[in-house]
T-cell receptor, first 116, second 113 residues
């Protein structure tokens, strides 16, 4: 099993450009998450999904959009990139019975994004 | 406001020198506490989950403990391969009644041979 895969590994964007960060998991997990990690800060939840067709906002959703058309894929869309979106982005997945029971999250290798 | 604080920010040890990392939290309604390890350029990797005060979990040279206000990650006789950033996360109930994870900023551990 590949686990959680993310592409690209690294990307430089100009201010105002758009891009999609790809995330795929092959563990048949129902929950998927997008986090950003900034230096000296804890992981911040951007969006999460409890299953195909269902997504919800996390702590820092502004400037991002997501979709979940299949169990495996959970892309993150950045529209009109800003320097404040320079960060490392992690996708994660877990199998949970409900959001009240947080099971172990499995993380991808991350995408490093630089907005200039 | 729910907060998770990890200390120290960085810790340098000699190989074989035991020590502890701290994760303190001020949250309402702790549901669980998670420890993860993160190597440079990689995503976090799960280590332990603790649910109640007094609980302990062990894995090789690592031992995690939990009290009502904090958790410790004890490292016994560490080796250079234990060098990594160790992250702590606390599960709490959010404003929408859903549970969410609050993450600490991590402790960077360096073990010198």
């Amino acid at each position: 099993n590949a686990g959680v895969t993310q592409t690209p590994k690294f990307r430089i964007l100009k201010i105002g450009q758009s891009m999609t960060l790809q995330c795929t998991q092959d563990m048949n997990h129902n929950y998927m998450y997008w986090y950003r990690q900034d230096p000296g800060m804890g992981l911040k939840l951007i969006y999460y999904s409890v299953g195909a067709g269902i997504t919800d906002k996390g702590e820092v959703p502004n400037g991002y959009n997501v979709s979940r058309s299949t169990t495996e894929d959970f892309p993150l869309r950045l529209e009109l990139a800003a320097p404040s979106q320079t960060s490392v982005y992690f996708c994660a997945s877990s199998y949970s019975v409900s959001f009240q029971v947080q099971e172990t999250q499995y993380f991808g290798p991350g995408t490093r994004l630089l907005v200039l | 406001e729910d907060q998770v604080t990890q200390s120290p920010e960085a810790l340098r040890l000699q190989e074989g020198e035991s020590s502890s990392l701290n994760c303190s939290y001020t949250v309402s309604g702790l549901r669980g506490l998670f420890w993860y390890r993160q190597d440079p350029g990689k995503g976090p990797e799960f280590l332990f989950t603790l649910y109640s005060a007094g609980e302990e979990k062990e894995k090789e040279r690592l031992k995690a403990t939990l009290t009502k206000k904090e958790s410790f990650l004890h490292i016994t006789a560490p080796k250079p391969e234990d060098s990594a950033t160790y992250l702590c996360a606390v599960q709490v109930r959010g404003m929408d009644s859903n549970y969410q994870l609050i993450w600490g900023a991590g402790t960077k551990l360096i073990i010198k041979p």
